[in-house]
């Protein structure tokens, strides 16, 4: 399957920036990471938006960036964990190139993710825990699913061989 656009999708701690800078150079493609371009855009952290301006604020600025980088061809995009799950921004993924979801067990996911405040929705376990099994239902349409406890370079293997690239 070729594609232009390339998001990889899947929860917070999966390594999508990890994986889509790797990928980008092997491709010779842009990265962007819809976290970083928020933060630049913002002039602050996520967890300092999702502090002083709410989750809701977010998930504006996000949508915003993520329909800026759709027209953007030979792009590798690193999405925020919450970006796929939105219904609006899956169809504007799954149309405009290939979700790749990198997908994390539960036990990998807590031990990458500290409790240390730089990931607000991470805070509360029990929360935390119930929103990773809440995404995983949006996570399961896109394209390509890739265990995440596999090392980069065999992603990026398993990527390209998908792609036929």
């Keep these: 399957m070729k594609a232009d656009r390339i998001y990889l999708v899947g929860f917070m701690g999966a390594g999508k920036s990890t994986v889509a800078r790797a990928l980008g150079r092997r491709l010779g493609w842009r990265v962007e990471d819809i976290d970083e371009l928020i933060e630049a855009r913002e002039r602050c952290a996520v967890s300092e938006i999702f502090a002083t301006r709410g989750e809701p ?16 061809d030979h792009a590798v995009v690193a999405t925020g964990s919450g970006t796929y799950a939105d219904a609006d921004n899956r ?7 290939v979700a790749i979801w990198l997908d994390l ?21 029990a929360q935390f825990e119930a929103l990773f099994h809440a995404r995983r239902l949006a996570y399961q349409h896109a394209h390509l699913r890739l265990d995440a406890t596999s090392p980069v370079e065999e992603l990026i293997e398993r990527i390209l061989d998908w792609l036929g690239y």
Excluded: K, M
């Design 91 to 97: 169809a504007a993924i799954n149309s405009s190139g």
């Design 57 to 72: 604020y977010f998930r504006l600025a996000e949508r915003e960036v993520l329909r800026r980088l759709v027209g953007v």
């Design 105 to 125: 067990p539960w036990t990998a996911t807590v031990n990458r993710v500290p409790d240390d405040g730089r990931r607000p929705l991470a805070q509360d376990r």
